[in-house]
C-alpha cells in the first residue's frame, strides 16, 4: 500500500507508476511477448530456496522488461537510493509478485504492491486466494470476439486490466467467497483419527474475465491513477488493443 507520508517525492514516484498503469493498459499485447533473458534475471534473483519452485511466467518477465524500459531498476542489495523493482520479496507461493518503491537514505519511502494474472482464456484461477485489498492487480487475458462473416475462426483481443483488488468483485460474489473461506477453516481444523493419512480441503476457484468490460476496465484504471495521484491522472492511456 501507499506510504501516507508527506514527502515532495510523492509526486514524483506515483505519477511514473501511473504512466506505466496506463501504458500498460493501451498496449496489452506487451504482456503476450517472450522475454526468456528476463526470465532468466527472475529466477536467479529469486534463488534456489525451499517454497520457491515456481518459475518466472512470461506475463512476469514481460512486466520487468517494461518497468525497467521506463527507468525503474531491480533491486539489489547494493542499490543506491532511487527507483526500484522487487521480484516475489515474499516467496513465490504468496500473493504480490511486485513492489515498485522509492528509496532514500535506505528506507523505502513509497511502495505499491502489484500481482499478476493471466490467461489464454476468460477466466483466471484464484483456487485458496482472492483480491487483496490496495493490491494492484494486472490482468491480461484474450477476449473472444464476435466472428466476422465469411472468416471461420473467432477473432481474439488482448486486454489488460488495471484494478485495485477491492475494485474487482461484486459484494455478493465477495460475500459468497468470505463464507466459503470460513467453512473451509472450519472443515481443516478439525483433526479425523486416521493411521497416517492426511486430509485437507481446497479451493478451485476461478474468476470470469467476462467481469472485465471495456467499460469496466476503463473505470478501473481511472480508480487504480487517482488512488496514485488524487488530483486527476497524469495521462489518459491510447488504445493499442491488438487482436490476437
Known amino acids: 500500500m501507499l506510504s501516507t507520508k508527506i514527502l515532495p517525492t510523492m509526486s514524483a514516484f506515483r505519477i511514473p507508476v501511473s504512466n506505466l498503469f496506463g501504458y500498460l493498459a493501451g498496449n496489452p499485447h506487451l504482456l503476450e511477448e517472450k522475454h526468456p533473458e528476463m526470465k532468466k534475471t527472475l529466477d536467479a534473483y529469486c534463488g534456489k530456496g525451499q517454497g520457491l519452485g515456481n518459475k518466472c511466467s512470461d506475463q512476469e518477465a514481460c512486466f520487468a522488461v517494461q518497468c525497467e524500459l521506463k527507468g525503474w531498476v531491480l533491486r539489489k542489495d547494493d542499490s543506491d537510493d532511487g527507483f526500484f523493482y522487487t521480484y516475489q520479496a515474499q516467496g513465490t507461493q ?114 470470469s474475465c467476462k467481469r472485465f468490460t471495456p467499460e469496466f476496465t476503463e473505470e478501473c484504471l481511472k480508480k487504480t491513477q487517482s488512488w496514485l495521484v488524487p488530483f486527476g491522472s497524469p495521462t489518459k492511456p491510447e488504445p493499442h488493443y491488438q487482436l490476437a
Open 94 to 207: 504468496k500473493a504480490i509478485d511486485f513492489q515498485l518503491m522509492y528509496i532514500e537514505g535506505g528506507e523505502v519511502i513509497e511502495h505499491v504492491n502489484i500481482d499478476l494474472k493471466h490467461s489464454d482464456k476468460e477466466a483466471i484461477f484464484l483456487n485458496d486466494g482472492s483480491f487483496l485489498t490496495d493490491v494492484v492487480y494486472i490482468i491480461s487475458f484474450t477476449r473472444l470476439l464476435d466472428r466476422i462473416k465469411g472468416q471461420r475462426k473467432y477473432p481474439r483481443q488482448n486486454v489488460c486490466v488495471i484494478v485495485r483488488g477491492q475494485d474487482v468483485m461484486t459484494e455478493k460474489d465477495r460475500t459468497a467467497l468470505e463464507n466459503r473461506f470460513a467453512i473451509l477453516k472450519q472443515m481443516n481444523s478439525v483433526k479425523e483419527d486416521l493411521d497416517f493419512l492426511v486430509m485437507y480441503v481446497r479451493n478451485a476457484n476461478q474468476f
